[in-house]
């Protein structure tokens, strides 16, 4: 579980930070009203309140905008969820959040104030002003207080979720396993390596592109003596484009190339490419009986080494995580839990009676069918997020992007 600590604003709220609402009622806001009220559930003695779970769900709601009964209901039957399960599957994710917590406090794990403050005073230093910075607090319905407290326990999640990463080396079966799952998702990668130059220097981009076609040039020298991108001393190498994220312009230039082939010059934000593709995957393929192909891979060699550091890490992650499963589930059978039941007039109550799914979309008596998101969404999103979390920013900022191993090299993003 990867910290949200670098996301925006609302991406935290976003994640069901129990501060985030787009209403005065959030709880803990310096406007508490109550939305339901009461209590929803106990964990050990510490109550998880039902306004807490209802703007959740609200929030949740307003995201995907259900917010109107009927794609409400729509969306509860194609997802093989009632109003009951669903705030079930919310209380749930906080119960295991309390336990996460009560672990930590008993690890002696905490979070240090200086760090947390970085954190803060990385991202109101996004802001123009003081006045644009609180704002945003205001827009995502959490006080400068709530958002550090939010980071606070996002480091401590963090680090008390390291303590069961696994140190045992997965086996050559699981790593083969792992080989097979990645090979259909890196099939088509491609390798490959740039010169950049500035934006008003064509005319020297246009004069080694020429050298280079006729051979009069080593592309990996080449890259050396004129590239302004921080892959030069590596020959301009940026590594595979399945394991990074290229501009736009980049990325479709490099699709156009095979092995070993040179683009024309390539113009994207950060100046003027000359892209070479230094190698591509294809992992050998088998055909079933319906006709569907798929990857073959019968051993880890046949992947390239940094994609055979993913499937290792892959592996280990799983481990990680069974490890970390392993303890909640032995604290849940543990601990005293009491989920109470649903208040009738929460906002998000509604009579199921009325829709139904087909083909898995639901159907009112109209007809009309709703797009769906399904059970697993709702479950596990309080508020730690996933590894990797597609929306977190990444350091660096602007014309900066990751090479092959993960690093930061200009000219790409």
């Not at 935290?12 to 929803?40: E, F, H, I, K």
């Not at 995907?64 to 969306?75: A, F, N, P, V």
């Not at 998702?185 to 950049?196: E, V, Y």
């Amino acid at each position: 579980m990867k910290s949200a600590c670098v996301l925006g604003l609302s991406a935290v709220c976003a994640l069901g930070v129990a501060g985030c609402s787009n209403s005065s009622t959030a709880p803990g806001s310096s406007n508490d009203g109550s939305v339901s009220g009461g209590v929803a559930a106990t964990v050990n003695g510490e109550p998880i309140s039902e306004d807490l779970v209802t703007n959740y769900i609200e929030s949740l709601r307003a995201q995907y905008g259900l917010t109107d009964e009927g794609s409400w209901g729509q969306y509860l039957a194609a997802s093989s969820l009632t109003p009951e399960s669903l705030r079930e599957n919310i209380i749930n994710s906080y119960v295991e959040l309390e336990l996460m917590e009560e672990g930590a406090a008993a690890a002696g794990i905490v979070a240090d104030d200086a760090t947390v403050q970085g954190y803060v005073d990385s991202m109101k230093s996004n802001y123009d002003s003081d006045e644009k910075w609180q704002e945003a607090l205001a827009g995502a319905g959490m006080t400068e207080d709530e958002y550090r407290q939010e980071i606070a326990r996002q480091l401590v999640s963090q680090e008390f979720t390291a303590t069961f990463e696994s140190t045992e080396e997965p086996t050559d079966e699981e790593m083969l396993q792992y080989a097979q799952m990645y090979s259909s998702m890196f099939n088509g990668a491609k390798r490959s390596s740039h010169i950049l130059f500035s934006a008003d220097d064509e005319a020297t981009a246009r004069e080694v592109l020429e050298r280079l076609q006729s051979g009069e040039l080593d592309f990996a020298e080449a890259a050396q003596t004129y590239s302004q991108d921080g892959s030069a001393s590596n020959g301009g190498d940026v590594g595979w484009d399945k394991l990074s994220n290229f501009v736009t312009e980049y990325q479709t230039a490099l699709d156009g190339l095979g092995k070993g082939e040179l683009s024309d010059l390539v113009v994207s934000q950060f100046g003027i490419h000359i892209i070479k593709c230094t190698d591509t995957f294809e992992p050998a393929t088998t055909t079933a009986d319906d006709g569907t192909v798929s990857a073959n891979i019968t051993s880890v060699s046949e992947l390239p080494e940094e994609f055979q550091e993913v499937v290792k890490t892959a592996a280990k992650n799983q481990k990680s995580t069974e490890n970390y499963q392993a303890w909640l589930t032995s604290e849940r059978e543990s601990a005293d839990i009491v989920i109470n039941p649903m208040p009738e007039d929460v906002p998000y109550n509604v009579d199921m009676s009325q829709y139904s799914a087909t083909n898995g979309l639901a159907t009112e008596d109209n007809g009309t069918v709703d797009e769906t998101i399904t059970e697993d969404e709702t479950q596990g999103t309080v508020p730690e997020g996933g590894e990797g979390a597609d929306d977190a920013q990444t350091e660096g900022g602007e014309g900066e992007g990751q090479d092959g191993e993960g690093q930061q090299t200009e000219g790409t993003e």
